[in-house]
Structure formats: C-alpha cells, structure tokens
Nanobody
Framework: QVQLVESGGGLVQAGGSLRLSCAAS????????MGWFRQAPGKEREFIAG????????YYTNSVKGRFTISRDNAKNTMYLQMNSLKPEDTAVYYC???????????????WGQGTQVTVSS
C-alpha cells in the first residue's frame, strides 16, 4: 500500500550537510507516521527521528538532536531529513519508514525504503 524510496545520500566531509529525501506512494501516505533509521557497519539499526502525520510533532534521538531536522510535505508525498554538522560517526545506511501506528514506527514499521548510504569523512 505504501512504497518508500530514499535519495540524497553520498560522501560529505565532517561538518558538512546533506539532505535526504523519502518519496512515498500511496493515497494514505498523509495519515502515516514516518521516521528515519540508520544502520552503521556492525551495529543494529537504530531509530533516529520521527514525525507525526500532521508534521506538528517531531522526535529525535539524543545523538542527532540539534543537528538533524525531520520534515514532511504531504502534498508532495515526501519526507526529508536535513543533516547538519555531520560527524564521521554518522556514517551509515539511512532508511525511511512508515506505519499507521505511531508507536510501531519506532520499533517495527510496516513499510521500509531500500536505504541510502551516507559517508562522512574526517
């Protein structure tokens, strides 16, 4: 019912910025809570940011709070992750996710994107 495709990843120097996009299909997109996860080599996938279907409420893990900003444009069926002040430890594959349940989106979302690689050099 919902398909997600990430884009915008790449190689950036420490202190730089990247803007990730997640394009969604499906007429029910606007009612879904969405979020971003990342998975670094040898580590478990972690939830880093979430946004309510209205866009009024956002949530961040402490490691990215103040540096990353999640947003969405329901008219364009797109979610964004603006990443500033990037650090080498931010290097990971970044995934977008969506779920009708705002709790489930943090732990086991129903829908996942394919992931986009972000590499931050020192």
């Amino acid at each position: 019912q919902v398909q997600l495709v990430e884009s915008g990843g790449g190689l950036v120097q420490a202190g730089g910025s990247l803007r990730l996009s997640c394009a969604a299909s499906g007429r029910t997109f606007s009612t879904y809570t969405m979020g971003w996860f990342r998975q670094a080599p040898g580590k478990e996938r972690e939830f880093i940011a979430g946004i309510s279907w209205t866009g009024n409420n956002t949530y961040y893990t402490n490691s990215v709070k103040g540096r990353f900003t999640i947003s969405r444009d329901n008219a364009k069926n797109t979610m964004y992750l603006q990443m500033n002040s990037l650090k080498p430890e931010d290097t990971a594959v970044y995934y977008c996710a969506a779920d009708k349940n705002p709790i489930a989106v943090v732990t086991s979302p129903d829908y996942w994107g394919q992931g986009t690689q972000v590499t931050v050099s020192s």
